[in-house]
């Protein structure tokens, strides 16, 4: 079946450490996104891209990266730099640019500071 | 710019009793509206979304969400719950962009609590 493997479910970091978030997609869908979503607040855009090698900002992007190397990869990396990580972090994926796409989530990495 | 309001961030309710979570958008430019479903340590499913055409859109499982411009609303309705739709429901609005990209701005989420 098609969809999207967001993985660890649960991981820990410790302080000073950079953690990466896997997610991959097997949906041949063009654009991916990443999500953090805290208590009482929603959804909230980290990073997003539409194309292999491109990839933008979203409305949290400090103290994260991402790359985009493959269609089906779309990792996360939680630096150092990001003092309050403790969060759900959704991937998802759409197909095409079309505004009218709905997005596809994976199941969440649910990340504890040690 | 666009936003998305959730009148409620709890709505307590017996089984079998009819419900409906309020979502309210602001934006200058036509949208596309969705609702997901999120269980617990669970992502986001699509339950439904309304593109064009009638203004009422309806999901699989008893769910349906009217799609009022004038109000700029698109709130959800089930006539008769379960216990199994206990969980947090996110309202989320699209629109074009320059340069072509979709971004969903969600709302900060209604949870359903439906008690026997």
């Known amino acids: 079946d098609g969809g999207i493997t967001q993985s660890p479910k649960y991981l820990f970091r410790k302080e000073g450490q950079n953690v990466t978030l896997s997610c991959e997609q097997n949906l041949n869908h063009d654009a991916m996104y990443w999500y953090r979503q805290d208590p009482g607040q929603g959804l909230r855009l980290i990073y997003y891209s539409q194309i292999v090698n491109d990839f933008q900002k979203g409305d949290i992007a400090e103290g994260y990266s991402v790359s985009r190397e493959k269609k089906e990869s779309f990792p996360l990396t939680v630096t150092s730099a990001q003092k309050n990580p403790t969060a759900f972090y959704l991937c998802?994926?759409?197909?095409?640019?079309?505004?009218?796409?709905?997005?596809?989530f994976g199941d969440g990495t649910r990340l504890s500071i040690l | 710019a666009q936003s998305v309001t959730q009148l409620d961030s709890q709505v307590p309710v017996f089984e079998e009793a009819p419900v409906e979570l309020r979502c309210n958008y602001s934006?200058?430019?036509?949208?596309?509206l969705f609702w997901y479903v999120q269980y617990p340590n669970q992502g986001l499913q699509l339950l439904l979304k309304?593109?064009?055409?009638?203004?009422l859109v309806e999901s699989i499982n008893g769910f349906e969400a009217e799609f009022n411009k004038s109000q700029t609303s698109f709130h959800l309705r089930k006539p008769s719950v379960h216990i199994s739709d206990t969980a947090e429901y996110f309202c989320a609005v699209s629109s074009g962009s320059a340069g072509g990209y979709n971004k969903l701005i969600f709302g900060a989420g209604t949870r359903l609590a439906v008690h026997p």
């Open positions: 934006s200058s430019v036509s949208v596309y």
């Open positions: 998802a994926s759409r197909r095409g640019q079309g505004t009218h796409q709905p997005q596809h």
């Open positions: 309304y593109l064009s055409g009638s203004t």
